[in-house]
């Protein structure tokens, strides 16, 4: 009897196909991984834009007292579009967060100029708001995009008058 020879696919065609196999894994995964690395990239990109763009003034208009807290917001000279602010202020052992956008009444604050309506600083201005709890001693600043989304800017101390 003779034996019946067997014949398996080449060490070559062998390697070709495990490397096709795994470039078809590798497009697969990459098609439901790229979506969610791209979003985050962008979200994090219109954050890093708005970097630096608006800061709590160390001035004599930011500063707490018996009575209210001031805090003057500057904007940088970029011509960049926000919506408004998100302003959180530690009173004590508790805080409060305020939301400023342009044109609104906000409860609890108002302009340096007795005007309830909120008015956001144009590029290269700022603004004074006045917060009716009074001795505010830390205050976080964040920035509207035009998304939606709130970028932090940094936390203040707030001095007294």
Do not use: H
């Not at 979506?35 to 930011?62: H, I, Q, W, Y």
């Not at 707490?64 to 998100?86: A, C, D, H, P, Q």
């Not at 004590?92 to 309506?117: D, I, Q």
């Not at 956001?120 to 700022?126: A, K, L, M, R, V």
């Amino acid at each position: 009897m003779k034996k019946q020879e067997k014949k398996g696919i080449s060490p070559v065609v062998a390697t070709i196909l495990l490397v096709l196999i795994t470039f078809m894994a590798i497009g697969i995964i990459w098609a439901f991984i790229k979506p969610m690395v791209e979003d985050s990239l962008e979200e994090g990109g219109s954050c890093f834009k708005l970097r630096d763009n608006a800061e709590v003034v160390d001035s004599e208009f930011t500063c707490n007292s018996l009575s209210n807290t001031k805090l003057m917001i500057r904007r940088s000279f970029e011509e960049v579009e926000i919506n408004g602010f998100i302003v959180s202020i530690t009173f004590g052992a508790s805080s409060e967060t305020y939301k400023l956008e342009n044109g609104t009444e906000t409860a609890g604050v108002k302009m340096f100029n007795e005007n309830l309506k909120i008015k956001i600083p144009q590029p290269g201005g700022s603004e004074t708001y006045v917060f009716e709890k009074q001795e505010g001693t830390r205050a976080d600043l964040a920035v509207i995009t035009t998304t939606g989304k709130i970028c932090s800017m940094g936390s203040y101390k707030i001095p007294e008058c």
